[in-house]
């Protein structure tokens, strides 16, 4: 992983190894970046909150060494993939590259990518065009890609180096990478939506048992506060709020779409302010019980009313998934974008 300082080096060679540990691979992350203060340790922290072997030593000032003792020892842990996170500058310079050239030399990494800033405009193409120009590189990952007025970058990118994007980093969260899909990229600035990639995020963060029980229900019409919150944590596992209604198709007539993740935390806190009876049968939530739950919250009456409005709103939404032939992604295509508007937390 090759990169300028800033980039977001460290922490996207931490989500790269948990994608490919999802796909079944077993990754060692390998800290050479000995320059930067708490560098090893930030490597080392992302590691253990994802559970994944971090390699180090913090005595050694010799970053090609560093990365030969850890293809040691991978072999001897069978570690199929090790990735490397490499020192970075805030510019380029040409100790930078001599140190880089060497563990490309001494390792022969089989895939050099270089992580790039696409918040950076054109410098990301620069930085991209140099190097490419002095090591080579096999791919592209661009990180804080989570608007669509990155795509200037992504193009920008690809045109220079002439080498593919391979990942895309989205959120902060460490499960917030994804392979790099051009044509969805493109779907997306267009105002068509990204219906697979969110197809994709259901799939992997929603329980199959609880999909099919709140199948069931949908059916008979029966989708009640409990299962909202239940639906509500699964939905919290694929990402922000936002960057999943941005995925929709026409979402770029809602215009900047802000939503305070924050704010579901609320929403959790209201539900379980809620008796069984009330989460139900909510169209029993009278004046005195919805000041009850706004107590019990921590919550105002006009929060508990405005999300009671919202709960309105998607069982209006669920009605017109199950009426549509072909599945989530026509029903998705067929939602009206003013209700989506005016869906509020």
């Known amino acids: 992983m090759f990169g300028l300082q800033g980039s977001g080096k460290t922490t996207t060679a931490g989500k790269l190894a948990n994608l490919l540990r999802k796909q079944g691979k077993n990754p ?3 800290a050479c970046d000995i320059y930067r203060p708490a560098a090893i340790k930030q490597l080392q922290v992302v590691g253990a909150s994802l559970n994944i072997p971090v390699f180090a030593n913090e005595t050694s000032k010799d970053a090609v060494h560093i990365a030969k003792q850890a293809m040691n020892v991978a072999i001897s842990k069978l570690n199929d993939v090790v990735i490397l996170d490499t020192a970075g500058r805030l510019h380029i310079d040409e100790e930078l590259m001599t ?18 800033d696409s918040m950076t405009g054109q410098d990301a193409v620069n930085v991209g065009e140099v190097f490419n120009e002095k090591l080579g590189i096999d791919g592209v990952v ?6 669509d007025t990155r795509g200037g970058a992504a193009l920008s990118v690809k045109k220079v180096t002439k080498r593919p994007i391979k990942f895309a980093a989205t959120g902060e969260k460490l499960s917030d990478i994804e392979a790099f899909h051009p044509d969805r990229m493109a779907e997306r600035i267009l105002g068509m939506g990204d219906v697979l990639s969110i197809i994709e995020k259901a799939e992997e963060a929603f329980d199959e ?3 099919k029980e709140l199948e069931k229900q949908l059916k008979k019409q029966e989708f009640d506060l409990d299962d909202y919150l239940a639906q509500l944590r699964q939905i919290k ?23 305070d993740d924050n704010e579901f935390v609320k929403i959790e806190a209201m539900i379980c302010s809620m008796t069984k009876k009330e989460r139900k049968n909510p169209k029993i939530l009278n004046g005195s019980r919805r000041q009850r739950i706004a107590t019990g919250s921590g919550t105002r009456v006009q929060d508990v009313n405005k999300f009671m409005k919202s709960f309105e ?10 009426s549509k032939k072909g599945g989530m992604s026509k029903a998705l295509k067929g939602l009206d974008m003013n209700d989506l508007k005016n869906l509020k937390i």
């Open 99 to 116: 140190e880089l050239k060497n563990i490309k030399q001494n390792v022969k990494p089989h895939e050099i990518l270089l992580v790039v």
């Open 209 to 211: 048992e609880q999909a």
């Open 237 to 259: 596992k694929m990402g922000s709020f936002s960057s999943i209604l941005k995925m929709l198709p026409g979402a770029n007539k809602l215009g900047d779409i802000k939503v």
């Open 28 to 30: 060692l992350l390998v």
């Open 142 to 147: 661009l990180t804080k890609l989570d608007g």
């Open 313 to 322: 709103m998607t069982g209006k939404m669920m009605k017109q998934m199950k």
